[in-house]
């Protein structure tokens, strides 16, 4: 094909056009760039900043990140000068977060569940900041159902193990006098993920039936029944639009869902309705906790006693080396103590903010037990809150 | 064919450059464009090639990290029916299974359609239907999976839960393949999506395939009193076979790979199902699930089902090959 002359000198035209283009637009990249600088030589920053990086489970996520964007805006004075500390905590799961911190590429780690044995193998000198609780709740779609559902721990096991088929199965009907029960079929909808809410739930049927053996108790499991989804989003979806399906999710997603959710026997024999009250009281009634560096592998606070205790509740800790410096280079002095002082509000002012995200606020006596948690953090052997 | 250049006034006018040269003659020009060529000749040559070296880079990679899972279960792994990261023993075979069903499900659906869709396109629609509606089935597949997913799980599966199965399962319920309780998130939904997904790829493709057939191969068959309908099935259809079936396969491997919408509409459950109303799992919906927070046998065992996926790929790549090249003749159909 050959290319006429004036279509030759249009495509000249057009090239020459195309260099100006590109000309002009590195000029006020230039000039922009130029702009930047200057600005930042002529006024310097008067606020120094510390980054804190953190990594873990997704459950806390939306608090952390409000304890991050509030805490950057609290005036603080390191070494008289402004300080604005950053904390930015990737959700990527309690799992990984564990990982982040035994590799030392992270300042702390998220976690739901707490470190087996062989992970404080791994990792020495780790300790367990408990920063809120979480219930995980039974949430149902049954159209027909008003007036709500009692169930036991017993009787959800036999629904996840797929021994209870139908709604109106004469062990659900026992618990629930005078309600008419639909003869429909039950679909059970589980985690398809590895979750810590999948933890708590099948540690919790566990306690309670007797034919959920050791090996239905993880994180991921090999469900009897049912139809998995992802995330409690996906949960919470599944159950929305699938009629006579149960569930179980965390709470949060619940009410922001306005999902319905049965209330559970505690071990005290009343029926409660999981929510942020009953999730603290459940908190409140933990006792004999460990020493914050000691073995936390067998924490639980499902099943506590208290009258209003909701039996399906869990801690989620904060990750935290008792020696700051076991971090290696990338921790300073100065970053270290903005660490603490940071986990010192969050387990403070920083409960505060948890209640509009569906968060419970942590009970006096865990509240204690992280100050002293907090306070035997050190750093090259000085301690950091006194 | 060249254009013809009459200058206005009737002169001779000159033939136009060559376009890499600026000037005519100058030996040192010429030089400058040939050592362009031999640069530009290296550089797509290595880009090639690259390709087959990134290839082999994920194949050794994946081999190297799946070992732990090789060791542990063998050959059996592929065998294996139960996924049981709590007692450490993986299985692959519900996912392979779940991905072959999923997968010709898809095609059952799909085909009819998308051969539908590209006859009319080539052969029946006027022409000022044709381009809107081209545009139209290509712009399905730019659609972001995720977005099929969501709308699989908030439209379809409530359709599906509600109307369409509980009908299929009145006419066909006689079929262990229909039984069951009918929740919408299962492989049946999972293989409607997956149609969905691939009609955009099969159609465009096997209409390409219609419209490379020459004109003068309707015109014979219109000419000998052939009907439309015989004309298109006769002269067009059989003439484009094996690049219809070329889209058939194209569509094949988009199903087998498809990640989120089957994640989101399956059901994901890790088990051998009997009906297409139980939930299941493909290899890539299992590998989505699992994949951040596996120990590190679990990860060693999804890694060698990605291994498998490729080799399923590879598989069916290598066999529609033969079967374009052997059983339809090369040469007849529009490549």
């Not at chain 1, 100065?334 to 002082?341: F, I, T």
């Not at chain 2, 381009?131 to 599906?160: D, H, K, Q, R």
């Not at chain 2, 396969?249 to 990640?259: F, I, K, M, N, S």
Request: net charge neutral; glycine share 10%.
């Amino acid at each position: 094909m050959a290319i006429t002359p004036e279509e030759k000198q249009r495509l000249q035209k057009g090239s020459r056009r195309g260099i100006g283009v590109v000309v002009v637009v590195v000029a006020v990249v230039l000039i922009l760039i130029a702009a930047v600088v200057l600005s930042g030589v002529l006024n310097p920053p008067t606020t120094q900043k510390i980054t804190i990086l953190g990594a873990g489970a997704t459950f806390p996520c939306p608090l952390i990140t409000k304890w991050s964007s509030d805490y950057s805006n609290v005036s603080l004075k390191y070494g008289g000068k402004p300080t604005q500390v950053q904390v930015n905590y990737n959700c990527v799961g309690s799992g990984a977060g564990i990982t982040q911190i035994t590799q030392k590429t992270v300042d702390f780690a998220g976690s739901d569940a707490p470190l087996k044995p062989s992970e404080r193998a791994a990792a020495p000198g780790l300790i367990h900041v408990p920063e809120t609780i979480g219930a995980v709740t039974a949430a149902y779609n049954v159209a027909s159902l008003s007036s709500g559902l009692n169930l036991t721990g017993n009787v959800l096991g036999e629904i996840f193990l797929g021994k209870i088929t139908t709604w109106n199965s004469a062990n659900i009907s026992a618990l629930n006098p005078g309600v008419t029960l639909p003869s429909s079929q039950i679909t059970v909808v589980h985690r398809s993920d590895s979750s810590g809410t999948s933890f708590v739930w099948t540690s919790y049927l566990h306690l309670e039936n007797t034919g959920w053996n050791s090996s239905l108790v993880g994180k991921s499991i090999n469900w009897p029944v049912g139809v998995g989804a992802s995330g409690n989003s996906g949960v919470a979806g599944k159950i929305l639009t699938t009629p006579d399906s149960i569930g179980y999710v965390e709470l949060a997603y619940t009410v922001q869902n306005s999902m319905k959710v049965a209330k559970i026997q505690n071990p005290a024999g009343n029926w409660i309705l999981p929510s942020l009250a009953s999730t603290a009281a459940a908190a409140a009634s933990f006792t004999n906790p460990p020493t914050p560096s000691g073995d936390w592998g067998n924490v639980s606070i499902l099943n506590t006693a208290g009258a209003t205790s909701y039996p399906i509740a869990s801690l989620t800790y904060l990750l935290v080396y008792q020696e700051l410096n076991t971090i290696g280079t990338s921790m300073t002095a100065q970053k270290a103590q903005g660490l603490v002082d940071f986990l010192w509000w969050a387990v403070h002012d920083g409960q505060s903010r948890g209640a509009a995200l569906v968060y419970p606020t942590l009970p006096a006596g865990l509240v204690t037990l992280d100050e002293g948690a907090i306070r035997s953090i050190t750093f090259n052997g000085q301690t950091l809150h006194s | 064919m060249g254009k013809r250049y009459i200058a206005e006034d009737g002169s001779p006018i000159e033939p136009p450059m060559h376009p890499f040269r600026t000037s005519r003659g100058g030996a040192q020009r010429r030089l400058v464009a040939t050592s362009g060529d031999l640069i530009f000749q290296s550089l797509s040559t290595i880009v090639a090639f690259s390709v087959l070296g990134l290839l082999a880079l994920i194949a050794g990679i994946l081999f190297v990290a799946a070992e732990e899972s090789v060791q542990t279960f063998g050959f059996g792994f592929l065998g294996g029916t139960v996924w049981d990261p709590v007692s450490q023993v993986f299985g692959a075979a519900p996912f392979i299974y779940g991905m072959l069903v999923t997968s010709a499900l898809a095609l059952v659906l799909g085909v009819p359609i998308s051969l539908g869709i590209a006859i009319f396109l080539s052969e029946l629609a006027p022409g000022w239907l044709r381009t809107p509606l081209t545009y139209v089935v290509e712009l399905l597949a730019a659609v972001p999976s995720v977005v099929y997913g969501l709308w699989g799980i908030f439209v379809l599966a409530p359709v599906m839960r509600v109307y369409i199965e509980p009908s299929v399962q009145a006419i066909l319920g006689f079929l262990p393949l229909f039984r069951g309780n009918p929740i919408g998130s299962d492989v049946f939904t999972a293989g409607v999506i997956l149609a969905v997904m691939i009609i955009p790829t099969i159609s465009s493709v096997s209409r390409e395939a219609l419209l490379a057939v020459p004109d003068t191969q309707r015109e014979a068959a219109l000419s000998l009193g052939a009907t439309r309908w015989e004309t298109t099935r006769f002269a067009v259809l059989r003439y484009a076979r094996a690049g219809i079936f070329g889209a058939v396969v194209l569509g094949l491997g988009r199903a087998v790979g498809e990640t989120m919408a089957v994640t989101m509409t399956i059901g994901n459950r890790n088990a051998i199902f009997t009906s297409l109303f139980d939930p299941g799992q493909t290899i890539s919906s299992l590998i989505a699930n699992n994949w951040l927070e596996a120990g590190s046998l679990e990860l060693s065992a999804l890694i060698e089902l990605g291994l498998v996926l490729m080799l399923v790929s590879l598989l069916i790549n290598a066999f529609a090959r033969l079967m374009v090249g052997r059983v339809l003749h090369v040469g007849e159909g529009a490549e």
